[in-house]
């Protein structure tokens, strides 16, 4: 869905679409403007798509779990594109400090009725290193004679195959 659409949307359906507030949208498009204004001081082409636009582009990746190919789709990027909108949008937003959670020291001061909520579903998967994988899989090798003439005996020429008979 296209930000111009969805601002016209009410703020009950806004937050369900996008998962956060319109006062928090506007916060994070803040915080974006100004770091593109920083990053394009010494010019540049100008973005193809407003901070709203990619800032969408992220909540909708976090949201819906959509892939980049289907984001990508949604507005006519690329994938691999709509992977470096969201990626950028992703680590300016961390950089910044107001969107991530407490440190490990504050979550241990807060209140034993406080709840808070980890969405660990997208971690990575766990694989063996490289040496015990090829330890795991690997395969009898057969045995490969480079010279197939020092097999026979040398003074039979009979057990030869006749290609190489002379």
Known sequence: MKYDCLIQKSNTVF???TGVKRAT??????????????????GGKPSRTSIEEKLLMALEYWREYRTYAH???????????????IKWTEDILVKSGRFNLPGKQKLHRLDKDAVILIDATESPIERPKKKSEKLLL?????????????????NSRSNLPSFWKR
């Open 138 to 154: 690997r395969k009898e090798e057969k045995t490969y004679i480079k010279n197939p003439g020092c097999c026979f005996e040398r």
């Open 15 to 17: 937050k369900r679409l």
């Open 25 to 42: 949208f506007k916060l994070m498009c803040k915080i974006l403007k100004a770091e593109q204004q920083i990053k394009h001081l010494k």
């Open 71 to 85: 984001i990508g789709a949604s507005f006519n990027y690329s994938e691999s594109q709509s992977y470096r909108i």
